[in-house]
Each structure stands twice: as structure tokens, then as C-alpha cells.
């Protein structure tokens, strides 16, 4: 079939995968091909079972693949052959040298760049779908258009607002896309290019357009907005544990206020997933190496916050238990960073589940999707952990559980048949405040939410 344009998509990741997959379906005149360098993951995503859990997305998948959607490890070709390249690839927070702990380590980056102007043999567009540095693009087109063959490239910033487990939905029916790029005739040309892919299915209002490095920066503006409620939420439910003031009633209260809307307003053990920590410490190393260390220092205390709140988690659970939990089970449900997803990547529960080891608990790790890496998230904590998927078996014998995850299925458990396995007396602890706490109490658990009071039996 003779399709109107090549898609390339380097990086065949949480981003890559699902957003290649929207635009194949919605673009049947479109080839894509999605490339890593990791085989086992492209072998997944030409296999029977694909390598990552989204609702929705393996019928998305299964219809598209090899008509127009293509997962290949042969990057090199892929570069070829495209017209259009999307770099999808992982953008970790550097771990050695200048800007550790904080900066982006953007060497993949830079290789993908490198590898992109030796395989190809006319201009091509580029486009930074993982999120960066603002002026990232900068560097890249120098990388890029230095070269002696006379071949031009145009770095756009079209970063992903997806948020994983509801991947599909959110690219379907997205709030906005943004597509920055150069506000030269060329810069302009390429925009109008990506312009017409998201087109297809987007509303035209809803496409945003601006210039490259206010793209850029309104990626990681938008994950600090979002973290910032959620530690702002919780460290007020550090206040209301101590007033007898209800968590849940002050954010309904604040959150029917339309300048402040409900969204983002649930106190919980903290947030976790491989962004919004990443990107806020990046956003703090810029604003450092810009001299910006009053605003620098105001979003680190987002991430701050968000670390103390599970330490308090930890904390609460150690002094509820007579101080000790040594020896103790203590089951802790859920281990995703977020229900639908088995994404663990700077999940809350790896925080708990080390705290509670450290103080030699016997912590048994439940999750239905997340297991098999919890198993290699946790694998040095030895005999201090065991894995149980079925939530009944791995509260047998618990003096504790925790909710760390909001699975829908762990609001309709039995819990007569959980407190009747559980040592006396027993206590839950509701990390994500998904329970009936006050039904729960009258069963005869001790329960321990976020933002509440505690609903004790002594
Ligand atoms: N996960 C999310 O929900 C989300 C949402 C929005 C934006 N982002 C951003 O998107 C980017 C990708 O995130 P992700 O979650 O998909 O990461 P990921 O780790 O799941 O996927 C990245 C993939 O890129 C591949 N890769 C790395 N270098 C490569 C190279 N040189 N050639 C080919 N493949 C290469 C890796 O093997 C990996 O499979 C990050 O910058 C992230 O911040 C992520």
C-alpha cells in the first residue's frame, strides 16, 4: 500500500507504544513504525501478549499491527525510510556528576540525535515527544544541522500528556495537543505537518500551537501544577489527623470552588510514577542554573512534601503497632504507583514496603498487575518480603494491611473474611482513602486513613 507519510517513533515505551498505536488507528494513510533497541520489548509488541497493561490498548494493537503499525528493532532502517521521526525515549533523572539527583540525563537523547543524522539521506522533521529540558531543541538542531551533507531538520516539541492507565482514553480525547516549533517559514511548514496528523481525530480548537520552548516548558509546568495539589492536599491532611478536621470534606469544600476545581485533590500516601518527580526536580535544576533559587526552592518542596508523607505513612503505621512491628505481617495491598497500571516506577509502596523491612517486618507484597516487579523492585530485601497476588491470602496471619494502590476490586473485598484470618487486634491502613473506614471500624479493625481521624478500638 502506498501510504502518504512515514512515521518513525524511536522509543517503543509507555509513551511510544500507546501514542504510535492512537495514531495508526486514526490515520489509516500513515505508516508508523515504532523502533527500541530493547528486543525482548519489541518482541513483546509483535507478540501475543504486549508488554505493557493499559485498558483498551491491545484491541488498539491487534487491529493496527502490521497494516500500518509496525515494531521493529532495526532503528537504522526506520530512520531511512521516515519522514517524520517522534522520539519517545526514556529522559531518567541524571545519576552521576553535574546536576545529580536533579537534572535530565539526556544521553540517550543525544545518541538517538547522533544516530538520526548518520542514517539519513534527506531533511527530516523531529520531534520531542519525550518530556525535556526547556531548550532542549536547541541542542538538537545543532546536532543535527551540522552536518556536511547539506540536509536541514526541524526540531518541534509535541510532549505527551497521557496519564498511564487511562492512556487510551486521554489520547482518543484529549483535553488539548500542544505542537511548538520555530516561528520561521520552515519551523511553520513542519508545524502545519504534525499539525494535520492530530487533526485526523483531534478537534481543531483543541490543537495547540506555539513556539518550541514554551512547549517544552509547558510539559514540565503541567507535572509540577499537578504534583503541587496533590502535596498541597496532603500536607494539609497532616492537619486535619491533628484536628479532628475530615480531609475528604475540605477538599469537597475547596474543590466546588470553580477557581479551584476538584480534580487532583485526593490526600493519599503520596504520588508516584516515573514523572512527576523526575520532572519537577528537573524543572528546580533549571531554575538553579538560571539563578532562580527562590523559585527553585519553592517546587523542590513539592517533591519534599510528597517524600515526607510516605515516611509518615511508614511512621503512623509503626506507632499505631505499639511502636514495634519486628517480626509482624503486614500485608500491603496494592503496589502499582496507581490503579491500572503495573507501572511501579516511584511507587509509594517501594517507600513503605523498605521502611517496614528496615524495621524487620514481614511485609507481603499484593498487587494484581504488579507483582512481577515488585519482586524485582524489592529483590534486596530479602527474607523480610514475601509476594501473594490473591489480597486474602497475603492478609493470613497480618496484624496490618495497608492500601496503597486504589484498585477497584480492593473497595469490594471481604473484609468479615480478612479480619477473621488477621491476628487481634487488627488494623488497616488506608493510603489511598478508598474504604467505608466507619464500617470497617464497627467490624472491629482499628482503621488509620489519611486526613482523618483515627477510628480506634483502645
Ligand atoms: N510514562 C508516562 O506516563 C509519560 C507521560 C508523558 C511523558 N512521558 C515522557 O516520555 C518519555 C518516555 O517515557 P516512557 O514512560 O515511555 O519510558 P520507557 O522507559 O517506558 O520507554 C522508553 C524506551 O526508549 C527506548 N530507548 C532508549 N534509548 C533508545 C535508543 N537510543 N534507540 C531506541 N530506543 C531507545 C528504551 O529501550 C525504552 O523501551 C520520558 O521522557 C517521559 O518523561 C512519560
Request: glycine letters at 6%; a negative charge; aromatic letters at 10%.
Amino acid at each position: 500500500m502506498n501510504f502518504k507519510k512515514k512515521i518513525l517513533c524511536i522509543g517503543a515505551g509507555y509513551v511510544g507504544g500507546p501514542t504510535m498505536a492512537m495514531i495508526a488507528r486514526k490515520c489509516p494513510d500513515y505508516k508508523i513504525t515504532v523502533v527500541d533497541i530493547n528486543a525482548a520489548r519489541i518482541a513483546a509488541w509483535n507478540g501475543p501478549e504486549i508488554p505493557i497493561y493499559e485498558p483498551g490498548l491491545e484491541e488498539v494493537v491487534r487491529q493496527q499491527r502490521n497494516k500500518n503499525l509496525f515494531f521493529s528493532t532495526d532503528v537504522d532502517a526506520g530512520i531511512r525510510e521516515a519522514d517524520i521521526i517522534f522520539v519517545a525515549v526514556n529522559t531518567p533523572t541524571k545519576s552521576f556528576g553535574e546536576g545529580a539527583g536533579k537534572a535530565a540525563d539526556l544521553q540517550y537523547w543525544e545518541k538517538t540525535a547522533r544516530q538520526i543524522l548518520a542514517n539519513s539521506g534527506k531533511g527530516k522533521i523531529i520531534v520531542e515527544k519525550s518530556t525535556l529540558p526547556v531548550r532542549t531543541a536547541e541542542a538538537m538542531e545543532r546536532i543535527l544541522n551540522s552536518n556536511d551533507k547539506g540536509l536541514h531538520f526541524e526540531v518541534l516539541s509535541n510532549p505527551e500528556f497521557l496519564a498511564e492507565g487511562t492512556a487510551i482514553a486521554d489520547l482518543e480525547n484529549p483535553d488539548r495537543v500542544l505542537i511548538g516549533s520555530r516561528e520561521t517559514p520552515e519551523g511553520l511548514k513542519a508545524r502545519q505537518e504534525v499539525v494535520d496528523i492530530y487533526a485526523h481525530w483531534v478537534p481543531r480548537k483543541n490543537i495547540i500551537e506555539s513556539n518550541v520552548w514554551s512547549a517544552e516548558l509547558s510539559k514540565l509546568v503541567a507535572n509540577a501544577f499537578l504534583a503541587q495539589r496533590v502535596s498541597s492536599i496532603n500536607s494539609i491532611s497532616a492537619l486535619c489527623e491533628k484536628t479532628e478536621a475530615d480531609v475528604g470534606e475540605v477538599a469537597y469544600a475547596i474543590g466546588t470552588d470553580s477557581r479551584i476545581g476538584p480534580k487532583f485533590l485526593k490526600a493519599s500516601v503520596g504520588f508516584g510514577g516515573s514523572c512527576f518527580q523526575k520532572d519537577i526536580l528537573n524543572l528546580v535544576y533549571i531554575c538553579q542554573s538560571y539563578g532562580l533559587t527562590e523559585v527553585a526552592d519553592y517546587w523542590e518542596s513539592v517533591v519534599k512534601l510528597n517524600q515526607w508523607q510516605q515516611q509518615r505513612f511508614v511512621q503512623t503505621i509503626l506507632s499505631s503497632l505499639f511502636n514495634t512491628v519486628a517480626g509482624k505481617r503486614i500485608a500491603l495491598l496494592g503496589f502499582a504507583f496507581k490503579a491500572d497500571t503495573g507501572d511501579t516506577r516511584e511507587s509509594p509502596a517501594i517507600t513503605v514496603a523498605r521502611g517496614l523491612a528496615e524495621e524487620h517486618a514481614q511485609v507481603v507484597v499484593s498487587d494484581p498487575k504488579a507483582v512481577p516487579q515488585a519482586k524485582i523492585d524489592l529483590k534486596d530485601l530479602g527474607t523480610f518480603v514475601e509476594f501473594e497476588v490473591d489480597p486474602y491470602k497475603a492478609c493470613e496471619g497480618a496484624h496490618a494491611v495497608a492500601i496503597l494502590t486504589e484498585w477497584k476490586q480492593y473497595k469490594d473485598l471481604d473484609f468479615d473474611r480478612i479480619l477473621a484470618s488477621m491476628q487481634a487486634p487488627a488494623f488497616l491502613f488506608d493510603g489511598r482513602n478508598i474504604l467505608d473506614h466507619k464500617a470497617l471500624f464497627d467490624k472491629g479493625f482499628n482503621v488509620f486513613a489519611i486526613g482523618k481521624t483515627p477510628l480506634s478500638h483502645f
